[in-house]
């Protein structure tokens, strides 16, 4: 089977910039590797870091694209008004170069990652038999988007990454045969909940982290949709009944607004019961969550996945999160404690901070069962044979687009 990937505009294939969207095609390309089941031509953005890494792999054809636009920021002023009014249009000059070079190939399937109005013009410009597939990892085409229809309508598939997307892009009008859950994957080997003393202390003094408190730890973008300001409130609570509580936010403020925002919680914590880090190396994240006894990730947004779930689960901890979006379905049963979005967050927030705090064998009970679940759902291994069995399972149908 040959298969082309198309990656975004925004960053590089393989994932030397990071992104959550390239580094899930890095382990389908790692994978495939190891299997050789496929032949992958990838499109990605030129990078010179990428080019030299892309060598290392022998199953795969990378496809440098150039990306530089004289007029990139008119173009991008001009596809915003355009969703603004209501008008399907969408010029990107990576987008046209890559068609160029597709033109000249013949695929099985073209997967589109993330960029649904990539698809029109992919299927305005390509033969009417080209298979195009839509990797969806952000909640875009439901029954809110003007343009949803035309390109559910002009795809042969569209990959959800969670059942909560599925029912989205299904209300929105597509057919149940058209669409289906491809869960994101993690490298499970790298989250393993390994209990190295060493590590531990090293972690611990180079954090400055106090010895003999309990540690909380939010990870992820700092922004008041993450539910970060109703953490810190609920956590000062906590914190007046448990004084061996200490809070570790680790990532980058989303905005100025957000900074002031959650600047301002901070404030009415003791400088001794917090610690707040910059976003780190992704490679160096496992490391960090061995640190915390309970991650808390209450979410106020309908999260398409929840990577950060799925990674706390796998390291084996106690997650304290919320019912919104995907991230029910992800945490299963009785394995993290999930809480509604209501007027009484912050209060039961705060009551399941002291819960965990005071119930070593609940911390230990739920973080068991997050990895077993994890190893279930999520691990690396058997990724690429997923979405080939998602790709053969649709291609018995007709590949005619529905117009």
């Not at 990071?18 to 590797?33: F, I, P, S, Y």
């Not at 597709?102 to 099985?108: S, T, V």
């Not at 299927?123 to 003007?146: E, G, I, K, W």
């Not at 100025?256 to 925002?261: T, V, Y």
Request: glycine share 6%; charged share 25%.
């Amino acid at each position: 089977m040959n298969i082309a990937i198309i990656g975004t505009e925004k960053k590089p294939l393989p994932a030397v910039r990071g992104g959550a969207v390239e580094t899930l095609v890095d382990l389908l390309v790692k994978e495939n590797e190891q299997k050789s089941d496929i032949h992958l031509d990838l499109y990605s953005i030129e990078d010179a870091q990428a080019e030299r890494q892309s060598h290392a792999f022998k199953n795969t054809t990378f496809h440098f694209v150039s990306a530089y636009d004289p007029f990139r920021r008119m173009r991008g002023f001009a596809n915003r008004l355009c969703v603004k009014l209501h008008v399907r249009f969408c010029s990107h000059v990576f987008l046209n170069r890559t068609i160029h070079l597709l033109k000249k190939k013949h695929y099985d399937w073209i997967i589109v990652e993330n960029r649904p109005l990539f698809i029109p013009k992919l299927r305005r410009n390509l033969s009417h038999r080209t298979r195009l597939a839509l990797h969806l990892h952000n909640d875009t085409l439901s029954c809110d988007c003007f343009y949803a229809r035309t390109v559910i309508a002009r795809c042969d598939l569209v990959l959800s990454v969670s059942s909560y997307i599925e029912k989205r892009v299904k209300a929105a009008g597509a057919h149940a045969d058209k669409v289906h859950v491809l869960y994101n994957r993690i490298d499970t080997r790298l989250f393993h909940p390994a209990n190295d003393p060493r590590l531990q202390l090293r972690i611990r003094q180079q954090c400055g982290l106090p010895k003999k408190r309990q540690v909380v730890l939010y990870y992820g973008r700092l922004n008041q949709g993450k539910g970060v300001p109703n953490l810190i409130h609920a956590f000062f609570h906590a914190w007046h009944k448990n004084p061996a509580l200490y809070l570790v936010l680790l990532g980058d403020y989303s905005s100025k607004k957000d900074q002031i925002l959650i600047q301002h919680a901070l404030g009415r914590l003791p400088g001794s019961s917090y610690l707040l880090l910059h976003a780190i190396p992704h490679e160096e994240l496992p490391a960090y969550l061995l640190q915390a006894d309970m991650i808390a990730l209450p979410s106020l947004w309908n999260e398409a996945f929840g990577l950060t779930i799925a990674e706390s689960m796998a390291a084996g901890k106690a997650v304290i999160t919320t019912n919104v979006g995907a991230i029910p379905e992800l945490i299963g049963s009785d394995s993290g404690i999930v809480l509604p979005t209501d007027q009484f967050m912050e209060r039961r927030l705060t009551g399941a901070l002291l819960h965990c705090a005071a119930s070593p064998k609940l911390r230990m009970r739920l973080g068991a069962n997050a990895r077993r679940t994890a190893l279930a759902r999520f691990r690396a291994e058997g990724y690429l044979d997923e979405l080939i069995e998602k790709l053969n399972h649709a291609g018995k149908g007709s590949h005619m687009p529905r117009v």
